[in-house]
C-alpha cells in the first residue's frame, strides 16, 4: 500500500487512519490456518480493533469477538452478528442482565462476583437478546443462546510483560483470582477458566506461562469445559513461530480435553495501516527544529506515550542522523507534553509536507480522544483493487457531543 499511497496522499483527508484491506485479509488468513490447525477458536478482542467497517472482512475468518463493556457487546452482536465472549472486571447489576442476554460467555473477574450473579444462569432468553440489538444486520444470522457459559478469571502470578501498565500479574493486580482463593473443585455452573497475562508475546512466552498455570490450576483445568488463553499472541509478527504455537494449543487441547479460545487484539490489525498526518508550521525552539503537526500524540496515539514507545514515520529515519535535517514532532493540543522525536529527513519539512506514521490501527484508534477540542482523524480503508474509500470523518458534534 505505502507506494501507492504515497502517490494519492491529495485523495485522502488529513489526518485520516487508512487500513489496508489486502494487509488486513493476510492477517487473517494466517489465524484462521493457525485455528483451523491447532483445533481451536481464535475471536477478535475489540478493545484492540474495533473498527466495525471492517467487520465484514473479519467474519469471513473469525466467528467470535470478545468484550469489555456493554457497548463493546453491542458492537459484536450488531456489527459481528453474534454473542459476545464477554470478560468485564467488574460488572454492573443495571447492566448485567442485558449483558447476560447478549453473550454467549461470561467470564468472572473474582470470586465475589461470581457469588453475586451465579444465580442468574439460564436466564438469558435468545429472543429478548436478538429484538435488542436493533440491527438488520442479525436478521441473516442464528438465534444467540438460551444461557451464556459462566468462567472464572484466575491469575497465574507469572506474566513476562516488562511494563508494569500492561502487566496483569503485578502484586496487588486487579485483574483474576489468584489460587489460595478457588476452592478445590469447581461449582456446578462455572464452566471455564480464562487467563490473559501476554502482551505482543511469542509462542515461548505462553508455554512457559502454561507451564505456571498448570502447576498452579492443573487439578481446576482438569474439570473445566473450556479454558480461554486470552491476548496478546502476536502471531502475524515476521519470525512468529506458528508451527510451535499449533502444537502447543494441540497438547494442551487433548491433555485436558477442552475447548481453547484465543482472543488477540494486536494480531489481528499488527502492521495493517498507518495515520496520515500533514505538516502545519516548522519552528525554532532555542536551536531545535519543531516541526508541528495537525495530528496529536496526546489525543489521537495516545498509546505512544502510554507505553511509551517512538513510532516509525515512511521514509524518515527512526533515529537522528548527523548531517540529515532533524526534527522534533508536536502535536496540535496546547498540553506541553505532546510532541515526540526526534526523526529525520532526507529533505527539509515544509509546510503542507504529509507524514505517514506507521502501524497505526491496532490499540491505536481506540484509545483517540477530542482532548482540546481536536477533531478525531478521518477513518479509510485502501481497498484491494488500489482505491481509498472513505469511511468517517469527525467534526465539532463529535466533540460536542461528549460532553453535555
Known amino acids: 500500500m ?10 485522502i483527508p488529513s489526518p485520516c487512519f487508512v487500513l489496508d484491506e489486502a494487509k488486513l485479509r493476510k492477517n ?34 473469525l466467528s467470535g469477538a470478545t468484550a469489555s463493556s456493554l ?12 454473542p459476545a465472549h464477554t470478560y468485564i472486571p467488574a460488572y454492573r447489576d443495571d ?10 460467555h461470561i467470564t468472572f473477574n473474582s470470586w465475589s462476583q461470581w457469588e453475586k450473579f451465579k444465580e442468574k444462569r439460564g436466564k438469558g432468553g435468545k429472543e429478548e437478546g436478538r429484538r435488542e440489538t436493533g440491527s438488520n444486520l442479525l436478521s441473516s ?5 438460551l444461557s451464556p457459559s459462566f468462567g472464572i478469571r484466575v491469575n497465574p502470578q507469572y506474566s513476562e510483560v516488562a511494563t508494569d501498565m500492561y502487566n496483569p500479574c503485578v502484586p496487588g493486580s486487579r485483574l ?11 461449582p456446578d455452573g462455572l464452566e471455564g477458566i480464562h487467563f490473559h497475562t501476554l502482551c505482543e508475546n511469542d509462542s515461548h512466552t505462553l508455554e512457559r506461562t502454561l507451564e505456571a498455570l498448570e502447576s498452579r490450576f492443573g ?10 488463553m486470552g491476548g496478546g499472541h502476536l502471531m502475524t509478527r515476521e519470525g512468529y513461530d506458528t508451527n510451535h504455537l499449533i502444537g502447543l494449543l494441540k497438547r494442551f487441547r487433548e491433555k485436558y480435553d477442552v475447548e481453547v479460545i484465543l482472543e488477540p487484539g494486536s494480531a489481528i490489525a499488527w502492521q495493517t495501516g498507518v495515520l496520515v498526518s500533514t505538516v502545519l508550521d516548522v519552528v525554532d525552539s532555542q536551536g531545535i527544529d519543531v516541526a508541528i503537526l495537525d495530528t496529536s500524540f496526546a489525543a489521537h496515539m495516545p498509546d505512544t506515550l502510554e507505553m511509551p514507545y517512538k513510532p516509525r514515520i515512511l521514509n524518515s529515519y527512526h533515529e537522528p542522523v548527523a548531517g540529515k535535517p532533524t526534527y522534533r514532532l508536536g502535536g496540535m493540543t496546547c498540553l506541553a507534553g505532546d510532541f515526540m522525536g526526534d526523526y529525520s529527513f532526507d529533505e527539509p519539512l515544509k509546510v503542507g509536507d504529509k507524514l505517514i506514521f506507521d502501524d497505526m490501527i491496532h490499540y491505536t484508534m481506540v484509545k483517540t480522544t477530542t482532548f482540546n477540542g481536536v477533531n478525531l482523524p478521518s477513518i479509510g480503508i485502501w481497498r ?14 463529535s466533540f460536542k457531543d461528549r460532553l453535555s
Do not use: C
Not at 32 to 49: M, S, T, W
Open 384 to 397: 484491494e483493487e488500489g482505491r481509498f474509500e472513505l469511511v468517517k470523518s469527525y467534526g465539532y458534534e
Open 95 to 104: 447492566e448485567f442482565d442485558e449483558v447476560l442476554r447478549r453473550s454467549s
Open 28 to 61: 487473517l488468513a494466517l489465524i484462521d490456518h493457525v485455528q483451523k490447525a491447532a483445533g481451536v477458536q481464535i475471536i477478535l478482542a475489540l478493545k484492540g480493533f474495533s473498527m466495525y467497517s471492517a467487520f465484514p472482512i473479519v467474519r469471513e475468518y
Open 71 to 82: 457497548n463493546e457487546i453491542k458492537l459484536v452482536n450488531d456489527y459481528m452478528g453474534v
Open 141 to 145: 444470522f442464528p438465534p444467540f443462546p
Open 219 to 228: 487439578d481446576l483445568l482438569q474439570q473445566a469445559k473450556w479454558v480461554n
Open 2 to 11: 505505502e507506494n501507492t499511497l504515497l502517490n494519492n496522499l491529495n485523495d
Open 176 to 186: 483474576g483470582v489468584t489460587r489460595d482463593k478457588l476452592p478445590d473443585r469447581l
